[in-house]
T-cell receptor, first 109, second 115 residues
Framework: QKEVEQNSGPLSVPEGAIASLNCTYS??????FFWYRQYSGKSPELIMS????GDKEDGRFTAQLNKASQYVSLLIRDSQPSDSATYLC?????????FGKGTKLTVNP | GAGVSQSPRYKVAKRGQDVALRCDPI?????LFWYQQALGQGPEFLTY????????KSGLPSDRFFAERPEGSVSTLKIQRTQQEDSAVYLC?????????????FGPGTRLTVT
């Protein structure tokens, strides 16, 4: 089992909709969780960090963490075409930051 | 303020050549990380520095890969006798705090192509 798993997508949503991105991880003692956005040909850009169970909101983004289920998600409200990118979930495990393969999101105008 | 910078942005090397990739972290950032990203994959950890100390090099794929950060600021990733499988984007990230539990900020990467 891979340490961090994401659906590769592509996930396609209409403009203005809520995009929901999901991630599961295998290491029960993981403590730090991050979402990065990566545009094609660019480097990863940190958009959210979450450390405790529950929801964390920042503008149109909400990160949700459930350590019991080993699940972390990212919701993007009022999706815009500029949100079209690959979203990488990253989890600190065994003193390393481990990334999933990413979910490609397309927001259609 | 200035972010993480990397140079060169693109590098083409013939198989067997040595290459050196440079990373300038955000000023004052204690931790520095190198990652390798293949097409369609997430970044894979290579090595970690806390100031000038290389605390983890378990991700380096072979002894042809070597990294240093002699003064606790700029870091260089060196690849000797490059092979085609070394073709990838090499990303550097830095973090204000010690360890891997905190936010890491990435540079633009160096795209290495080995022909």
């Amino acid at each position: 089992q891979k340490e961090v798993e994401q659906n590769s997508g592509p996930l396609s949503v209409p403009e203005g909709a809520i995009a929901s991105l999901n991630c599961t991880y295998s290491d029960r003692v993981s403590q730090s969780f991050f979402w990065y956005r990566q545009y094609s040909g660019k480097s990863p850009e940190l958009i959210m960090s979450i450390y405790s169970n529950g929801d964390k909101e920042d503008g149109r983004f909400t990160a949700q963490l459930n350590k019991a289920s080993q699940y972390v998600s990212l919701l993007i409200r009022d999706s815009q075409p500029s949100d079209s990118a690959t979203y990488l979930c990253a989890v600190t495990t065994s003193e390393k930051l481990v990334f999933g393969k990413g979910t490609k999101l397309t927001v259609n105008p | 303020g200035a972010g993480v910078s990397q140079s060169p942005r693109y590098k083409v090397a013939k198989r067997g050549q040595d290459v050196a990739l440079r990373c300038d972290p955000i000023s004052g950032h204690v931790s520095l990380f190198w990652y390798q990203q293949a097409l369609g994959q997430g970044p894979e950890f290579l090595t970690y520095f806390q100031n000038e100390a290389q605390l983890d090099k378990s991700g380096l794929p072979s002894d042809r890969f070597f990294a240093e950060r002699p003064e606790g600021s700029v870091s260089t990733l060196k690849i000797q006798r490059t092979q085609q499988e070394d073709s990838a984007v090499y990303l550097c990230a830095s973090s204000l705090h010690e360890g891997t539990a905190y936010e890491q900020y990435f540079g633009p990467g160096t795209r290495l192509t080995v022909t």
